[in-house]
């Protein structure tokens, strides 16, 4: 009877090893379409396909880069290296604004917007309280660097929808990262690496705005990583409901703040090393409405404020919730740029023209045991690194370290002598790098 016991047990945690790490390598892939409310159907958008469908163009420096984002046409805009704006004419100030039905996606690891953000929001009258059928909408901006902003470095306003902003790495601004505000709606902003900084994301500019943002405001926040960003991750005015789960917070004075009858969903966070990872009651303003579920607080000073009902995501789209204990390895491997390689549909061959001239393929099989074969192309000879990473980030295995020709290569790695998990593997050429997950199960 005892061993029957014992092997039902064991049979039990073998499986439920597998349906966990088997979601954890989902969510690791990276998708090519948003999770959360920028993929919802509304307004008269089908979900958020940026420039999909359109002509594909490489941006080089700033005029180019500025024609293709006020452009009408249907565009994915891949930046390439550097491009340093001057700061805006118009009222958005600093800000440079996008047309509707754009994707902006970084080439590699090394693209970068200095000095000048992002807006995606015409400036219309104050006193419009519908959204108007002209409202800029479907963007998508990844795997870019802003710095150093004289505003915002992203800035979302004036009933924009649909917008998807994901694997960027925002720190410097003069004000927010990444503010959506007066309207907006239909949103996600996910696997950012966002640091050190002070006011983070604001969600509701003011309470002057609430005619045009009760009702709306309907933005997921999810696998960000936000590192010494002190306040505002996000602030909420409003909105209902807004969800935000599995994001990585640490070195904060607080994470949320919900006010105004605002309504938020948080769960499946990692809260770290701050004052105040949730609040209602904030700054003198009317009492917002949160609830919490599965989150897990290391080292915060004051307990989690609840308050009322929210309505549920869950209502709109469906998502997986990783478990908040391994969202600091998770959100640490996957946040940020250089970790996705043609994403939103992009065929290999339309980044021929740039640095990042490289294929790694998913390896194969994978799940494997106890070797798995790992492929990849190069349109050009280069020095590559091939490393295989646990999920801290630490090397424990060197495949390839030197000069490649042209052509498709493959490499064996063996996990004998390893324990049963997530790895990473992760190549590197030049500056560049690209990393895949692999599981390993025994």
Not at 65 to 78: C, E, K, Q, R
Not at 134 to 158: C, F, T, W
Not at 291 to 315: A, H
Not at 329 to 342: C, F, L, N
Request: include cysteine; charged fraction near 15%.
């Amino acid at each position: 009877m005892c061993k029957k016991i014992f092997f039902v047990v064991l049979l039990f945690s073998a499986c439920y090893s597998f349906v966990y790490s088997q979601s954890l390598l989902k969510n690791l892939e990276f998708e090519n379409s948003p999770i959360g409310f920028a993929s919802v159907n509304g307004w008269g958008q089908n979900g958020t396909t940026g420039g999909e469908g359109g002509k594909t163009v490489i941006a080089t420096n700033e005029a180019e880069f500025l024609n293709y984002i006020a452009s009408p046409d249907t565009l994915i805009i891949l930046v390439k290296d550097t491009i340093k704006l001057t700061p805006g004419t118009s009222a958005a100030g600093y800000m440079h604004s996008i047309a509707s039905n754009k994707s902006i996606i970084g080439i590699g690891s090394n693209a970068t917007i200095m000095t000048g953000g992002l807006n995606i929001g015409q400036l219309i009258d104050d006193n419009i309280i519908t959204p108007p059928a002209n409202a800029v909408h479907n963007i998508i901006i990844r795997n870019l660097s802003l710095r150093g902003s004289g505003d915002d470095a992203i800035n979302v306003q004036m009933f924009a929808h649909h917008i998807w902003i994901d694997h960027n790495d925002i720190t410097g601004a003069r004000d927010g990262l990444i503010d959506i505000k007066r309207g907006s709606n239909f949103i996600t902003v996910s696997w950012n690496y966002c640091h050190h900084h002070n006011k983070t994301w604001l969600l509701g500019r003011d309470n002057a705005d609430s005619l045009q943002d009760i009702g709306r405001l309907k933005v997921t926040y999810h696998h960000n990583f936000c590192d010494s960003t002190k306040t505002r991750t996000p602030r909420v005015r409003y909105g209902e409901p807004v969800h935000i789960f599995n994001n990585y917070y640490t070195r904060q004075n607080y994470a949320v703040a919900s006010t105004d009858e605002a309504g938020v969903v948080v769960e499946g966070n990692y809260f770290q090393l701050m004052d105040n990872p949730l609040r209602v009651d904030f700054d003198g303003e009317p009492l917002g409405k949160a609830i919490e579920r599965n989150n897990y607080c290391d080292s915060t000073d004051n307990p989690m404020q609840m308050r009322g009902t929210v309505e549920e995501p869950s209502l709109y789209y469906s998502y997986t919730l990783d478990k908040a204990i391994d969202i600091p390895a998770i959100t640490r491997a996957g946040a940020g740029v250089g970790k996705i390689t043609a994403p939103n549909g992009i065929a290999s061959e339309s980044l021929s023209k740039s640095k990042t001239d490289y294929v790694l393929c998913q390896n194969y099989p994978n799940p494997f045991n106890p070797s798995t074969i790992i492929s990849y192309e190069l349109n050009t000879a280069s020095r590559v690194k091939c490393s295989v990473l646990n999920m801290l980030g630490e090397e424990i295995a060197v495949l390839v370290n030197n000069e490649k020709p042209a052509g498709k290569h493959q490499v064996l790695f063996s996990g004998i002598g390893l324990p049963s998990g997530m790895y990473l593997c992760q190549m590197q050429i030049g500056n560049n790098t690209v990393t895949k997950k692999m599981l390993l199960l025994k």
